[in-house]
């Protein structure tokens, strides 16, 4: 079974304060995510990685930062956190399996953090 | 673009009785359509996935969705409604080739005994 996990279940922060939050994979896959989850807002994507080293932009990506120095570990960093961006963050994975028309794989989801900024 | 359209943010059922939440989807290339589950904190959990081949997809825990290109739909159904199954469930889209998801904004179920 593939294993996402996330470094904190709680976390309570003061304004301005950097935050980091980890997500760490068992299964080599290559993407990851980073969503926002919000009531009434559903699930919004703040940034992706498809490789080490490599990033993308989702959705939302203003006040946050990301990392992804090796295959198992994407992190999603608050340069400097904000009320507005207390939140539950969960992170997920996917990988393409077998031979082109490549099957699409499920997103695999970490339980998530959730973040309060005070 | 691809884009999922989840109408009813909450849906109020009786035990026993049938589960019918609503999902749309737009998307301009052939679809792999998801709908996942979420308890009170935790993570999103897979129930039941649309590739190709048969458009009646059967998942966990009784549900099933359909998928019917000519409506662009991809409603979840359930028979009968268990006090487990309160929870909320969120639609997506994918397509081939494309790196992430599209959620729709979750409808939470409730299950009055």
């Known amino acids: 079974d593939v294993k996402v996990t996330q470094s904190s279940r709680y976390l309570v922060k003061r304004t301005g304060e950097k935050v980091f939050l980890e997500c760490v994979q068992d299964?080599?896959?290559?993407?990851m995510f980073w969503y926002r989850q919000d009531p009434g807002l559903g699930l919004r994507l703040i940034y992706f990685?498809?490789?080490?080293?490599?990033?993308e932009k989702g959705d939302i990506p203003e006040g946050y930062s990301v990392s992804r120095e090796k295959k198992e570990r994407f992190s999603l960093i608050l340069e400097s956190a904000s009320t507005s961006q207390t939140s539950m963050y969960l992170c997920?994975?996917?990988?393409?399996?077998?031979?082109?028309?490549?099957?699409?794989?499920?997103?695999?989801f970490g339980p998530g953090t959730r973040l309060t900024v005070l | 673009a691809q884009s999922v359209t989840q109408l009813g943010s909450h849906v109020s059922v009786s035990e026993g009785a049938l589960v019918l939440l609503r999902c749309n989807y737009s998307s301009s290339v052939p679809p792999y359509l998801f709908w996942y589950v979420q308890y009170p904190n935790q993570g999103l959990q897979l129930l039941l996935k649309?590739?190709?081949?048969?458009?009646l997809v059967k998942g966990i825990n009784g549900f099933e969705a359909e998928f019917k290109k000519s409506e662009t739909s991809f409603h979840l159904t359930k028979p009968s409604a268990h006090m487990s199954d309160a929870a909320e469930y969120f639609c997506a889209v994918g397509s081939t080739g494309a790196n992430n998801l599209f959620f729709g904004t979750g409808t939470r179920l409730t299950v009055i005994p």
């Open positions: 649309y590739t190709t081949g048969a458009t």
């Open positions: 299964m080599d896959h290559e993407n």
């Open positions: 990685s498809y490789d080490v080293k490599m990033k």
């Open positions: 997920a994975t996917f990988s393409y399996s077998g031979a082109p028309p490549y099957s699409y794989n499920e997103q695999f």
